[in-house]
């Protein structure tokens, strides 16, 4: 206890956790900034675990150089003799020295976990998802870099062997993912898959984890044991786990790459819906956006006929199932909407646009100039003129009739829907003459 | 063996002894490239300062990494306190017991003395219940209870040493192994340390390995000369003085300790009256 204590107070291990904290946090706030980023927040607890996985291409080097610098310390330091006279066995030194370690990168990544949530913890609004067994598989991922760093660092006790492991547990972290095959899963850190919506399928995460232990523990054996010929034996059980994992194809869902790896989430993907009418629905994974979509939603769904479309008006799709079926009046599946670490919806005109393209696409098979006029037209009237302005069809002498009169409007788009549905091109004729 | 010391073999009688070699060789290298480091040493050693002289490359070092159980004989018989370092468990006993100081060791920057000297502590698997004391005391002995709290890398080199001794002593050892433990003292460190392992040495077995001669006849009970890996003369300081009176002059500023230490290298005989 003494040894992890001083080496988390006077080692390697202090400098580690505020080296995490201070680059995960910096990595946060600079992605704050941008703001830009698409796909890794959903207000939700696995967005935030999402998150750190992305910030271990970072956080994952830093470990493995700091266990190269400790696994190599006695020696670079001309402490082996004095070490090589003490009772207590190697194995317990390293076991001390190794834990601090692993104490200070679970510290180093709860701060940056901390500071997330802490930043946007209003913008939270769904903690389900499983996120506790990817924060596991991101703990002990950067534990199987710490592991990895300390093996090579002992074996080769030089003081430039902390860059030079930091760098290759980048490249070997960082290459895989420009690879779309399963092997580029068993990176050590930032390779799980997130997805709104998803979670981990829970065989996946168990044979992830006997990999990432098995790895881990077979470097620590190499680094410290006595009897090196040990390290085959969790060496074994993690070839045997990537052996399965390997094969695993990695595909786009709709939702998240390799979805081989994950599930949909039921709970996520309950609805959550706004309390006044023109009722809008949103899976649960996105509570946070539904008062601002319900307010971009609900004045084009009060220009539609209630009574003229399916049970689905305003809900918004699930990851799995575009949408294909005019009059479903469905809301795009809203991954990657939000501001970075907001509840703000990134670019409110773009997903009006969107949910009126939505409301009121035509799924025909035939799509003559008069659809595409009347879909312009439509259009038009549920934006009004000023948002549709840069389109020809807001100024076409039909939409600018009808943006006069409410009554007509309504009646005009409820034929044009019910046109939709039928895919009936002589009443699309009719509606644009 | 040339001849040992009456006054050793006479505590040999009184105590059991706690260092005891048979037959030690120890060989570096394999075939023709292979060096003979120690070669057949038998040594007794009971409780007292024992100094271990002998030329650059005599194999002192070699006797101190063996006696520390860090290198292991190529062949002979290595008992401390009564136990044969051979056997794994033996040895760790061994280890508990024992302090050690090489020749050169290295520290850890950021550590204060007292982590420093609390990690070899726990390393040393004294119980925590005692470690705190044992910390505290050792670092007194060696006089750098007011630098308790300096990091090491701010200590001078001197000081170093005294820290390094200290985590030799923080288990109260049986035996104490120090090579070349007064390189870099002043001459008032010097003198402090003498009076601290003379100190040491009623209830503990030190050896002493050295090149300086004065350290041996001002702190040791017992001289140990060692030439190409053999102890060749074992006994009392004060006979080597005398040996040196026998031989050579003060013309040339050496001190007829040097002389004596010097002569019986080469083979001189101690004069009579000294010699068993």
């Known amino acids: ?433 | 063996m040339m001849s040992t010391d009456p006054r050793s073999s006479a505590s040999a009688a009184g105590h059991a002894s706690t260092i005891r070699l048979s037959g030690l060789s120890v060989r570096y290298g394999r075939g023709r490239g292979a060096r003979r480091a120690l070669d057949s040493v038998d040594l007794d050693l009971t409780t007292g300062v024992h100094g271990l002289l002998g030329p650059n490359g005599a194999g002192k070092t070699t006797l101190m990494r063996v006696l520390a159980t860090i290198l292991t004989a190529t062949s002979g018989e290595v008992r401390l306190l009564g136990r044969d370092v051979r056997h794994e468990r033996d040895r760790r006993q061994i280890r508990r017991q024992l302090g050690y100081l090489p020749q050169a060791f290295g520290s850890y920057p950021r550590f204060t003395v007292r982590e420093f000297v609390a990690y070899f502590a726990w390393l040393k698997e004294v119980p925590s219940r005692r470690a705190a004391a044992a910390v505290d005391r050792a670092i007194e002995r060696v006089g750098l209870a007011d630098r308790a709290d300096t990091r090491m890398k701010s200590l001078s080199g001197g000081m170093l040493r005294r820290a390094g001794l200290a985590q030799a002593l923080v288990n109260d050892p049986d035996v104490l192994l120090l090579d070349e433990p007064t390189v870099g003292l002043d001459p008032e460190q010097r003198i402090t340390f003498r009076r601290l392992l003379r100190e040491v040495g009623a209830d503990t077995t030190v050896l002493i390995s050295t090149h300086i001669v004065d350290d041996v006849a001002a702190i040791c009970d017992q001289a140990i000369l060692v030439r190409e890996g053999r102890v060749v003369l074992r006994t009392h300081p004060a006979q080597l003085e005398r040996l040196g009176a026998a031989f050579g002059s003060t013309e040339d500023g050496t001190s007829a300790l040097e002389r004596g230490y010097t002569a019986a290298l080469h083979g001189r005989a101690v004069p009579s009256g000294v010699a068993q």
């Not at chain 1, 199987?144 to 760093?149: K, N, T």
């Open chain 1, 1 to 433: 206890m003494i040894a992890a204590k001083l080496e988390l107070r006077r080692g390697a291990g202090l400098i580690l956790l505020v080296s995490l904290a201070a680059v995960g946090s910096l990595m946060t706030a600079m992605a704050g900034l941008s703001s830009d980023r698409v796909g890794a927040w959903s207000s939700s607890g696995p967005g935030i675990v999402s998150w750190l996985n992305t910030t271990g291409l970072v956080l994952g080097p830093l470990a493995a150089a700091a266990g190269a610098w400790v696994g190599g310390r006695d020696r670079r330091l001309g402490v082996e003799e004095l070490l090589a006279a003490v009772p207590m066995p190697r194995w317990r030194c390293d076991v001390a020295s190794f834990g601090a370690l692993v104490a200070a990168v679970i510290g180093g990544l709860l701060v940056v976990a901390v500071v997330v949530t802490g930043t946007v913890l209003p913008a939270i609004t769904y903690a389900g998802g499983r996120w506790q067994v990817s924060v596991l598989l991101v703990i002990l991922g950067c534990v199987a870099c710490l592991a990895i760093g300390f093996a090579l660092g002992r074996l080769v006790p030089h003081r430039w062997s902390a860059p030079v492991v930091a760098l290759i547990v980048y490249l070997l972290s960082g290459i895989p993912t420009y690879l779309d095959n399963g092997v580029a899963q068993l990176a050590l850190v930032s390779n799980l898959p997130s997805g709104d919506g998803q979670r981990l399928r829970l065989s996946v995460a168990a044979l992830a984890i006997v990999w990432l232990v098995g790895l881990a523990a077979s470097a620590l054996l190499v680094a410290s044991a006595r009897r090196r010929h040990w390290a085959l034996v969790p060496a074994v059980l993690a070839v045997v786990a990537a052996a399965q994992l390997a094969p695993l194809p990695v595909q786009w869902n709709g939702n998240s790459y390799s979805a081989t790896w994950t599930e949909p989430d039921p709970d996520a993907m309950s609805q959550v819906c706004s309390t006044d009418e023109p009722k809008v629905c949103l899976n649960a994974v996105h509570a946070a956006l539904l008062p601002e979509v319900t307010e971009l939603a609900q004045p084009i769904l009060a220009e539609l006929p209630p009574g003229s479309v399916a049970a689905e008006q305003g809900l918004e799709h699930p990851a799995e199932r575009p949408a294909n079926a005019s009059g479903e009046f469905a809301i795009p599946f809203l991954e990657g909407r939000t501001e970075l670490f907001t509840t703000d919806v990134r670019d409110p005109d773009g997903l009006r646009a969107e949910l009126a393209d939505s409301f009121l696409s035509v799924w025909c098979a035939e799509r003559t100039p008069a659809v595409s006029r009347a879909y312009g037209i439509a259009i038009a009237l549920v934006l009004g003129p000023q948002a549709a302005a840069e389109g020809a069809e807001s100024q076409d002498r039909v939409a600018v009739r009808l943006q006069r009169d409410p009554s007509a409007r309504r009646a005009w788009l409820a034929d044009y829907l019910k046109a939709g549905r039928t895919c009936d091109l002589s009443a699309f004729a009719e509606l644009v003459s």
